[in-house]
C-alpha cells in the first residue's frame, strides 16, 4: 500500500507545539528555533491545505482540524517510537559472535575487552577461539560463515590471519604483525647473559609450531639470517603446538621465543617480557576484520567494528610513537 504522508519532522512539530501550546517551548524541547517549528506546521498546513492553529497575539490555539489530528498524530508517533524500540530490542537479546585466533584473543583481545564493555554493557558479546581464522586452514575459512542465519539477531564476524583476499565480505585491515624475539628479564643477566644477538646461541630457542605449520609465522632461521648469528640448530629447543604455551614459556623465563610484536606489546610495557634486539622479522600476513555484507549495517555490528578499529588505530599509532 502506498502512503501519502507528509515530513515527519513536520508532524513531530505539530506534535509538540499543540501539547504546549507554543511554538517556543515545542521548540525547546525538538532542540530547534521556534523559527524552524513555525516553518514546519507552516509546511504541514499547506500539504494538508488547512490551518491547524489560531496565531493570536500572545496565545496559540488549535483549530477544530487541529484538535481532530492531534490524538491520532501522537498515536502514530508512538508506534514509530515502539517499533524502532522492538528492533533496537530483537538486536541487543541476538549474540554478536566473534571467531578469532587463540593468541590474538588471549593477548591483545582480552585485556581491552574491559573498555568495551564499559561503554557497551547490553551488547551479547560471544568470543570464540580458533586456530582455522588462521589462513592455510579451510574447517573454518570465511563461507563458512554463510551457516549463520542472517534472518536471526545473532551476528558472526571472523578476525582472520591472512592475506586479506576474502571476496564477497566486507574486509578491514587492523595491522600487520612483525615478529620479535622476546624473553623474560631474567634472562638478560643470566650465565651467560643475554646483552648482544650472538649471545642467543647460549639460550634456549622456544618455537611455536602453531604458525609455523601454517606457514603464517617466521621460523628462527630468518631472524638469526637477519641478525647476522650463524652455527645454531634451528630446530633445537622446546616445540609448542599452541602459541600460549610458547608464550607461558617464555614469560616463566624458559628460554627465547618468537612472538607477534602487537601481541607481547602489552606484557613488554608491563615489564614481563623483553625484547632485547631491535631485530625484526617481517609477515606478510596480517589481521583482518571480516564481515558479511548482509549484516554490515546492523547496529551491533557497526558498535564493535568502530571499536575495534579504533582499537587497532591506537596500536599502530602506539607503535610508530
Not at 488547512?50 to 498515536?75: C, D, H, N, S
Not at 604455551?245 to 617464555?250: E, F, K, Q, R, T
Not at 623483553?274 to 606478510?284: C, E, L, N
Not at 549495517?297 to 596500536?315: I, M, N, S, Y
Request: proline residues 7%; glycine residues 6%; negative net charge.
Amino acid at each position: 500500500m502506498t502512503y501519502r504522508l507528509p515530513p515527519l519532522n513536520a508532524l513531530r512539530a505539530f506534535e509538540a507545539a499543540a501539547r504546549h501550546l507554543s511554538f517556543k517551548n515545542a521548540a525547546l524541547e525538538l532542540s530547534v528555533t521556534p523559527t524552524a517549528v513555525s516553518h514546519q506546521i507552516k509546511q504541514l498546513e499547506v500539504f494538508l491545505g488547512l490551518e491547524l492553529f489560531r496565531r493570536l497575539t500572545r496565545a496559540l490555539e488549535l483549530t477544530p482540524q487541529g484538535e481532530a489530528m492531534l490524538p491520532k498524530v501522537r498515536e502514530g508517533l508512538e508506534c514509530f517510537a515502539a517499533a524502532v524500540e522492538s528492533v533496537h530490542d530483537r538486536v541487543n537479546l541476538g549474540r554478536l559472535i566473534v571467531v578469532l585466533p587463540p593468541s590474538f584473543a588471549t593477548r591483545w583481545l582480552v585485556p581491552r575487552l574491559r573498555r568495551f564493555a564499559t561503554t557497551e554493557p547490553t551488547l551479547n558479546l560471544h568470543v570464540i577461539r580458533s586456530l582455522s581464522t588462521i589462513d592455510g586452514d579451510q574447517s573454518l575459512a570465511p563461507h563458512a560463515i554463510e551457516s549463520v542465519d542472517l534472518r536471526e539477531e545473532d551476528s558472526m564476524l571472523v578476525i582472520r590471519f591472512g592475506t586479506g583476499a576474502y571476496p564477497g565480505f566486507h574486509v578491514d585491515r587492523m595491522f600487520g604483525s612483525d615478529y620479535i624475539a622476546v624473553c623474560s628479564p631474567k634472562l638478560l643477566d643470566s650465565d651467560p647473559p643475554l646483552r648482544v644477538p650472538d649471545d642467543i646461541r647460549h639460550q634456549v630457542l622456544l618455537h611455536d609450531d602453531a604458525l609455523a605449520s601454517e606457514h603464517a609465522g617466521p621460523g628462527w632461521d630468518e631472524w638469526l639470517r637477519l641478525a647476522g648469528v650463524n652455527g645454531v640448530d634451528t630446530h633445537a629447543g622446546p616445540h609448542f603446538s599452541d602459541s600460549g604455551l610458547a608464550y607461558v614459556a617464555a614469560l616463566d623465563g624458559l628460554g627465547v621465543a618468537l612472538a607477534s610484536k602487537p601481541l607481547v606489546a602489552t606484557a613488554i610495557a608491563q615489564g614481563r617480557l623483553v625484547s632485547p634486539f631491535d631485530i625484526a622479522v617481517g609477515q606478510h600476513y596480517a589481521y583482518y576484520l571480516v564481515i558479511p555484507e548482509a549484516i554490515t549495517q546492523r547496529p551491533a555490528v557497526l558498535t564493535f567494528r568502530q571499536w575495534l578499529l579504533d582499537e587497532a588505530k591506537a596500536e599502530v599509532s602506539g607503535r610508530l610513537s
